[in-house]
């Protein structure tokens, strides 16, 4: 983990991120049964985040059990094989990502237009989430995706379009509410 130049060094004196990979070695060195892990990512660069995920499965490879506490649903998503979701200190999913995804069906559209064009008021859509590049629109029920095509089509040039499970971000902010850059549409 590119940490022996700081073998001298007292834990306190490093970086936030330099911290959590020494945490994560004391952690792991023992080649524990069990693994808890609380926010192992925070403070951490790309390549140092890199690092701990790969570390994180081959522990699991190992045979080791990994319980990881994330607030962060793209780590969720990529490394866990089920998820207990707490919200206000009651549980509020439980499974695998494909069986809660299941639950919300394929509700969500995901499409990048070339240049900013303004998306609202479009036919069968509740909700428009801008992700900056790319924006999801959640459908109603019954909401036919081709009519939304050719609504988006009218409006500007589709760089992609698809019709997607929602992301487990997104599934946690219907059940916790909504977040600010969420627009509602009538």
Same mark, same amino acid.
């Given at each position: 983990m590119n940490l022996?130049?700081?073998?001298?060094?007292?834990?306190? =004196?490093?970086? %936030?991120? #330099? !911290? &959590?990979?020494? &945490?994560?070695i004391a952690a792991v060195v023992p080649e524990p049964k069990l693994l808890?892990?609380?926010?192992?990512?925070?403070?951490?660069?790309?390549? *140092? $985040?890199?690092t +701990?995920? $790969? *570390? +994180?499965?081959? #522990?699991?490879?190992?045979?080791? =059990?990994?319980?990881? !506490? =994330?607030?962060? #649903?793209n780590v969720a998503e990529s490394l866990c094989d089920s998820i207990f979701m707490i919200f206000r200190g &009651? %549980?509020?999913?439980?499974?695998?990502?494909?069986?809660?995804? $299941?639950?919300y069906g394929s509700d969500t559209i995901r499409v990048e237009t070339e240049g900013r064009v303004a998306l609202g008021e479009l036919p069968g859509i509740e909700r428009i989430n801008d992700l900056g590049q790319v924006q999801e629109l959640r459908m109603a029920a019954g909401c036919d995706p081709q009519q939304v095509l050719h609504a988006l089509a009218a409006r500007a040039r589709i760089v992609t379009f698809s019709v997607v %499970?929602?992301?487990?971000?997104?599934?946690?902010?219907?059940? $916790?509410?909504p977040q600010p850059q969420e627009t509602r549409v009538a």
């Open positions: 022996l130049q700081f073998a001298s060094q007292k834990v306190e =004196t490093l970086s %936030k991120g #330099m !911290s &959590q990979k020494i &945490q994560f808890i892990l609380d926010e192992p990512f925070s403070g951490l660069d790309p390549v *140092s $985040a890199d +701990i995920r $790969a *570390s +994180i499965l081959e #522990m699991r490879r190992r045979g080791s =059990t990994v319980i990881l !506490s =994330t607030h962060d #649903m &009651q %549980k509020v999913l439980d499974g695998s990502l494909a069986s809660i995804q $299941a639950r %499970k929602p992301s487990l971000h997104d599934i946690f902010v219907r059940i $916790a509410g």
